[in-house]
Structure formats: C-alpha cells, structure tokens
C-alpha cells in the first residue's frame, strides 16, 4: 500500500490507523500548494481531485476520501479493532466519522483554514462552533473515546482538532475535548505519527517561505 498524505492535514487520521494496525505502507508526501509528491510528480495524475488521503493498494487500485480510506485500513486488518464489528458499533462508528468529515471538517476548519474565503464566511463558520463542540463535548463526557474502545473514528477527530493550533475554534472551555486530546497525544502511535508530521510541516513551511 502506498498512502498519499500532506502534513498535519486530515490524512493524519489514516497515518495513525496504519501505525496502531502495526501495517506496512509507503508514505508519499504531497506538497499542499503545488501538489507535487515529494519525488516530483503530479499528485493529480494519481488522484484528480487532488486531495488526500489517497492509498493506492498493491494491485494500483486507488481509494480515496477519508472515512473510506480510513474503513478499508479498519476492515483491511480487522486484529487491530480500530472498528467496531456489530451493526450497532458501525453505525455509530458512521455517525462519528460523518460527523468529523461535514460538521467539524469541511463546515468549520476548512474556511477557517482558507485565507481566500471572505471574512462573512469565517465569521458564519465561527457561530457554528459551539453548538458543535458542545455535542462533542457531551458524546465524549465520561469516556475515554468516541466509542467503546479506539477507533479510526479517534484517529480522524484528534487530526483535525489539531488544527485548532492555526484555526480559531477554541474547545478549552470544554474539558471533554481537551482530556481526549491529552489522551490521544499520549498514545504511542499518535505520539509517533503526530511528531513525524510536525517535522514535516515545519520543512515543508520553510521550503515554501525560500521559493
């Protein structure tokens, strides 16, 4: 398998999955701005979209979007647990992950995160959050996960909350979030993923500010 991903984006989630399935894959960056991999080619011949995750099996098969790459690592090594395996655990493993990808992905980080989307969106996005955030906080209350046990459900919320660190969307007040946040900093496999992607960052940042 060879997995696609740009620093500290929502491809961390799948990152952490493969670290805690113990699974062997490729890493291939892929530079946020200009969409080339990091062995110079064009991202966008591999997926159109240009977006990642993007995990091409051995076979050249490509899946894309998050909480489907994400379900195929889950089901792909089923000994991890990263999901659950009766009816109820997945549909409350689906309502989480959709949960992430529109309410708290696409609807409040991403015009955040856009500094060409104008101030009235922003603005708009930013009312959004504490109703958000507050459900959040309640589905989280007394647990030490979304679900009974890890999943890649966790893996995807601890990437994009962590986009609070350039992101107006404070959950401080809600200390839910930040006891799971503490929790997922201190597992070994976000630990490992989250320090390799910060490097990462942080070269990929320099690279762009000297070209």
């Known amino acids: 398998m060879k997995l696609y991903f740009s620093p500290l984006a929502c491809s961390l989630g799948t990152r952490i999955a493969l670290y805690e ?9 892929v530079d946020g701005k200009s969409k080339l991999t990091s062995e110079g080619a064009d991202f966008r011949q591999v997926h159109p ?3 990642v995750p993007a995990l091409v099996l051995g076979d050249g098969r490509l899946i894309a979007e998050n909480a489907a790459v994400l379900q195929y690592v889950a089901e792909r090594f089923p000994d991890a647990g990263l ?3 009766d009816l109820l655990g997945r549909a409350r493993l689906q309502q989480f992950l959709c949960f992430i990808g529109t309410e708290l992905h696409k609807a409040l980080y991403v015009p955040l995160l856009d500094r060409n989307a104008p101030e009235a969106v922003k603005a708009y996005a930013v009312a959004k959050q504490e109703l958000r ?3 959040l906080s309640e589905q989280l209350r007394g647990r030490k996960f979304l679900l009974d046990q890890f999943s890649i459900a966790d893996g995807y919320l601890f990437a994009v909350l962590n986009w609070s660190q350039v992101a107006p969307v404070e959950f401080s007040r809600f200390e839910p979030i930040v006891s799971f946040m503490d929790r997922m900093r201190a597992r070994p496999a976000v630990a490992r993923a989250l320090a390799e992607e910060t490097a990462l960052y942080r070269e990929e940042l320099a690279r762009n500010a000297a070209a």
């Open 21 to 29: 399935a113990r699974a062997q894959a490729e890493y291939v960056q």
């Open 49 to 51: 979209l240009g977006l």
């Open 83 to 85: 999901a659950p395996r």
């Open 133 to 135: 955030l507050s459900w």
